[in-house]
């Protein structure tokens, strides 16, 4: 059954730091998500790109977080510097086009929990 | 405004009892979709039941079924025969902005989430 892949599962790391989250995305899924998820919270969209165009970034905090998605497949998120409260967990998601429920669910990866000490 | 609410933080059902969890929703679009969602401790987000708003028949996968009330904008997920591997964060979404083909190119907006625990 086709994933999003993820990388890092696990990252820890101090404040003012820089880090890095990748997505592979299904392959031939052209719009790609990454949102944030505060534990005990429902997930929150920060960027969604369609192919390598971004089509909604409004929740992206811009002045320290950016993503790319060059070649329109996988995707690249980073946080600099990091701060106490990016703690949470990043999460992937990938969906397809065309007509009906497959084209139009979301398929999540395993997430990326990031701790910011 | 929120656009998904969810109100019950948390559920307890016996085993192989059944359990509705709840969700009502806000949009003025007339063409979305709501989505169910499992989480486990683990984290992964796993797809449960999907309901069109032009849908004329409530959503069943297996176990769930989504009782789509359209008037009241309220999409209850329904468990039946519960299992202790359900235990879980349960939330509820919502897709707007179907295009004339059918796909939905607008973001996933979720609720804040229902934990169910299932008792043996």
């Known amino acids: 059954e086709a994933e999003v892949a993820q990388s890092p599962r696990y990252k820890i790391t101090e404040k003012s730091q820089a880090v890095a989250f990748w997505c592979d995305p299904i392959?031939?899924?052209?719009?790609l998500y990454w949102y944030r998820q505060i534990l005990g919270q429902g997930p929150e969209l920060l960027v969604q790109?369609?192919?390598?165009?971004?089509?909604?970034d409004s929740q992206l905090p811009k002045d320290r977080f950016s993503a790319e998605r060059l070649k329109g497949v996988d995707s690249t998120l980073k946080i600099q510097p990091a701060e106490l409260g990016d703690s949470a967990m990043y999460l992937c998601?990938?969906?397809?086009?065309?007509f009906g429920v497959g084209a139009n669910v979301l398929t999540f990866g395993a997430g990326s929990r990031l701790t910011v000490l | 405004a929120q656009k998904i609410t969810q109100t019950q933080p948390g559920m307890f059902v016996q085993e192989k009892e059944a359990v509705t969890l709840d969700c009502t929703y806000d949009?003025?679009?007339?063409?979305?979709?709501l989505f169910w969602y499992k989480q486990p401790s683990s984290g992964e987000m796993i797809f449960l039941i999907y309901?069109?708003?032009?849908?004329?028949q409530n959503a069943t996968e297996g176990r769930y079924s989504l009782n789509f009330q359209k008037a009241r904008k309220s999409a209850n997920l329904v468990i039946s025969a519960s299992q202790l591997g359900d235990s879980a964060m349960y939330f509820c979404?919502?897709?707007?902005?179907f295009g004339a083909g059918g796909t939905s190119y607008g973001k996933l907006t979720f609720g804040q989430g229902t934990i169910l625990t299932v008792h043996p």
């Open positions: 998601a990938s969906s397809g086009t065309g």
């Open positions: 392959s031939g899924h052209a719009t």
């Open positions: 790109f369609q192919d390598e165009s971004v089509v909604d």
């Open positions: 949009t003025s679009d007339p063409s979305y979709g």
């Open positions: 309901q069109g708003s032009y849908d004329q």
């Open positions: 979404a919502m897709r707007e902005g």
